[in-house]
Each structure stands twice: as structure tokens, then as C-alpha cells.
């Protein structure tokens, strides 16, 4: 008998949503001790079907059908309390985002303790005791139970958070997108980290993803979801070596191979020329004596029209600082940026403003960097106004823009909620095209996005730059993504550079110990 048994599950959305139901006759069984995986892109349906085993869907949302038998009890029909007795016990929750998930104002150790206090009779200092226990398997001996969230990285905070789903030795443990914004060798470390206390514990896990490289490592079984729905389910090896569907095959084929495909440009005149760049930034203020930490040091690179040069590194490596510094966000405390023959880095901004529509940049996060109160018409043509350009020649390249980028010129009268994240990237990219640069500057475009809608901005990207001939800087922590874009890669480590080269010669046979650990941390490498 299953520890988890989905029958018929139909949840349905409120009016005014992008469709009736979110789940539609959804059936899954999760086995004792296996490992389960929900794979599909954003709005699959996957995330409501674990919120529905916890007990936590939104309000307004309801399961309207079906049933969800766990250890052999229908969790739709437990009232509140036993619900919320069963939540935490039974089955544990690992989420999306740790940032989110954790109080921000309250120590990670009396987080845990409070956690387990509310299922348990036990005295604070028990409780403090077994959290710090918790943490220590978690690979956290180090860190105290004072700390809270922000002071710790992202890994960190995920490993707090699994800590605290694992607390009351749950017989599930539900894992949502638990690696989809960490570096490759962090995931690889917290992919480990639950497949070895699975084992341990002899626990159940559902794990939620929209990469199949994470299926390939971990899975027993795999169920993939479209539109709320189930399109194919079976054992890993079976759906991944022959999938029926194509929605699973579109989905197997959109991963990353993690293999070059650009063969080295011909040398030209470098169009940017870094030498010596140098950025440190002091802690604790003023009159504080503790060290400066390094972000750059001594960096040089060079980047060619048309060319794309990938930067890559974990987080704190310092590739996004870096970015920063090419086009003057931040000013470096030493060295040269040379765009053709002109030293931007320490130009007087007068000077720098006639040059600043020369290097546009794409952000990372597309929710933040779009202006919400703004149509995307006010959005694109902000730069070409501030560059005095006539705003009704600005609109009407504006729509041609939204064309490059693929979408419909309609988008200019709507605000960017009302957009996908994907297509938010898609107008990043158009408003940083509006002042026809020579320098694209990427930073981490792709890393939040389901791996279908990365492939499609990724080939977005490289249409762009052979179009338009642009030298591109593109920012990543994801060697298979560096490999799917990139004529150059430069390693990046602690603010240094610690291998570089075409991406092919790198990839084949990387001389840095750095460099074959990114390489190895791959997820479903084996996975062709």
C-alpha cells in the first residue's frame, strides 16, 4: 500500500482566473521510501498539488473533486485541526523560497525550536538543543542558532529550512522547486543532501521541479504535468530513455546539454577591453577594521563585436560586481574599461552620459526590474526620451522592438504583471535594444525561468547579437547554460579569474580543479 494515493484530485481557481481549474482529475501514488517527482513548467498545476497534500491551498482556491488518502486517511476530509496536528508531524515542506518562508526577524534557532514545540512537550532549551542537532546534520555546525535569515546565503537558508521540515521526523517530506535560484554546486550539495536523508530516515519525497536534469539524479518515478493535468507518469528511467508525450519530449529536449555549439570567433579588434579591475567594499562602517572584501581583483578580459563571452561563478565570485563595473553602476577603485579607444572608468559623468546608451544591460530578475506602475510603451521609450529622441519615432520603434523580441505591439498599452516571466524578460531585452548598444550586458536572464522559456531566450539572445552584431557579456552560474551561448568562458572564484578560454577547449578538457567542479555538478549529465 502507498504512503500517498491521489485519486480524481480537481482543485478549482476563483473567477477572474487564467482558466477554471488549476488541477483537473489528477492520480498519483508516492510509495514508502521513494522518491516521486512532479515535473512541468509554471502554472503546470504542480506546486497546487503539493499545497493540496499540505492543507495550504490559497483562499479562494478548492478541491472541488477527489481525494488525497495518506497512510491511508482522506486529507480533504480532515477538519482544521487534525489537519494542522498531521502538518509539520507527518508530512514536512521544504519551499520554493527560504527567504520568503523564514521570519526575518526572529533567529533561525528559535524558529526550529518554536516549530517543534507546537507538536512536541518539550522545554525551550530540549528544543534549542535538538534544533541545534538538526542544523549540525544539515552541515551548518558552524553557523549559530542566533543568526537570522539574512545573515545567512541562500544554501544556508535552504538547509534551515530543511532542518525545520525534518525536525518532527516527518514520513513525508515535500520538496517545491527546493535548488530553482541556487548556484549548480550548491543544488547539487542540497539534491545530495535530501537523497542521503531520505535514506537515512527511510522517508517518502515529492519533489517538485521543471528540470530534468533534477528528475535524472533523484527520482524513483516521475509524473509529468501540463495545464493541470498528468500527461505521463512512470518510472524515471522509462519516461526519461522513452517518453510518449511531447509535451515530455519538448520538456527533455529544452535542458541544457551542458556541451559547446559555437565554435571561437575569428580575432577582430576587441570593441571592450577590461585591464586590472579592481573593487573592494568595506564592512562594518566607517571606523570599522575589518578587512575590505575583494570583489574584483586584477580582472582583464577583452569582447569583440559579435562575440558573446560568458562569465561564470558561484554566487559572491564576483561576476555580477563585475558587470556593474563595465557599465559604470558602480565605479571600481582601480583599472581600466575601454570602450573602443575611451576609458569609461573613471570618466566624469558629463563625459560618461553620451556613452552610456553604447552598453545596455538585461537584468536578472524581470519582476523588479520593470517599472509596475509603467505601460511597456513608457517603459521602452524612457531611454530614447532621455537621449532626446522624439517620442513619437521612439514609439514607433518601440513596436518594432516588441517585434525583434517576439512579441505583439499590443504589449505596449498593457503593465508588466500582466506578462509571464518570460515574456518580462522579452521586454527587458527591447527596452535595453531601444538605444541600438553595441555592448548587451546579461546578467543571470535565464536563471528563474522553466527550462522551456530559457531555451526560447536564449535563442532570443543569440538571434539578437548575430543581428544586430553585438558584443555580448552574459552573466551565469549555470556552465550548461554558458555552453548553450557562449564563444568564450571566463571562470570566476573569490573576485578572480581562475581559468578562461573558448568554451569548447574549456568544457573538453578544463585545467582548474574549480572549473571540473562546476562541470561535475551538472544535474542528468547523464542524460542524453
Known sequence: M???????????????????????????????????????????????????????????????????????????????????????????????????????????????????????????????????????????????????????????????????????????????????????????????????????????????????????????????????????????????????????????????????????????????????????????????????????????????????????GESGSGKSTLARCVIRLLDPDAGEVRLDEADIAHMREAALRPLRRRIQMVFQDPFSSLNPRQTVGDILIAGPKAHGEDVRQARKRAADMLDLVGLKPEALHRLPHEFSGGQRQRIGLARALMLKPDVLIADEPVSALDVTVQAQVLKLLDDVRRQMNLAMLFITHDMRVAAEICHRVLVMRHGRIVEQGSTREVFAAPSSDYTKALLAAIPGRPVQ
Open 2 to 312: 502507498p504512503l500517498v494515493s491521489i485519486q480524481g484530485l480537481t482543485v478549482s481557481l476563483p473567477p477572474g482566473a487564467d482558466r477554471p481549474l488549476a488541477t483537473e482529475d489528477v492520480s498519483l501514488e508516492i510509495g514508502r521510501k521513494d522518491i516521486v517527482c512532479i515535473v512541468g513548467e509554471s502554472g503546470s498545476g504542480k506546486s497546487v498539488t503539493a499545497h493540496a497534500i499540505m492543507g495550504l491551498l490559497p483562499r479562494g482556491v478548492t478541491a472541488t473533486r477527489g481525494s488525497i488518502q495518506f497512510d491511508g486517511v482522506d486529507l480533504l476530509q480532515l477538519p482544521p485541526d487534525a489537519m494542522r496536528r498531521r502538518r509539520g508531524r507527518d508530512i514536512g515542506m521544504i519551499f520554493q523560497d527560504p527567504m520568503a518562508a523564514l521570519n526575518p526577524v526572529i533567529p533561525i534557532g528559535r524558529q526550529i525550536s518554536e516549530h517543534i514545540r507546537a507538536h512536541q512537550a518539550m522545554s525551550e532549551g530540549q528544543a534549542l538543543k535538538q534544533a541545534r542537532s538538526l542544523l549540525g546534520e544539515m552541515g551548518l555546525k558552524t553557523v549559530s542558532l542566533k543568526a537570522y535569515p539574512h545573515q545567512l546565503s541562500g544554501g544556508q537558508r535552504q538547509r534551515v529550512m530543511i532542518a525545520m521540515a525534518l525536525s518532527l521526523s516527518p514520513k513525508l517530506l515535500i520538496a517545491d522547486e527546493p535548488t530553482t535560484a541556487l548556484d549548480v554546486t550548491t543544488q547539487a550539495q542540497i539534491l545530495k543532501l535530501i537523497k542521503r536523508l531520505q535514506a537515512e530516515r527511510e522517508m517518502s519525497v515529492l519533489l517538485i521541479t521543471h528540470d530534468f536534469g533534477v528528475v535524472a539524479d533523484m527520482a524513483d518515478s516521475v509524473a509529468v504535468m501540463r495545464h493541470g493535468q498528468i500527461v505521463e507518469s512512470g518510472a524515471t528511467r522509462t519516461v526519461l530513455g522513452n517518453p510518449s508525450h511531447a509535451y515530455t519530449r519538448t520538456l527533455i529536449a529544452a535542458v541544457p546539454r551542458g556541451e559547446s555549439r559555437l565554435p571561437p570567433l575569428a580575432e577582430t579588434r576587441p570593441l571592450v577591453q577590461v585591464k586590472g579591475l579592481t573593487k573592494r567594499f568595506s564592512r562594518g562602517g566607517l571606523f570599522s577594521r575589518m578587512p575590505a572584501i575583494v570583489a574584483l581583483d586584477d580582472i582583464s578580459l577583452s569582447l569583440s563585436r559579435g562575440e558573446t563571452l560568458g562569465v561564470v
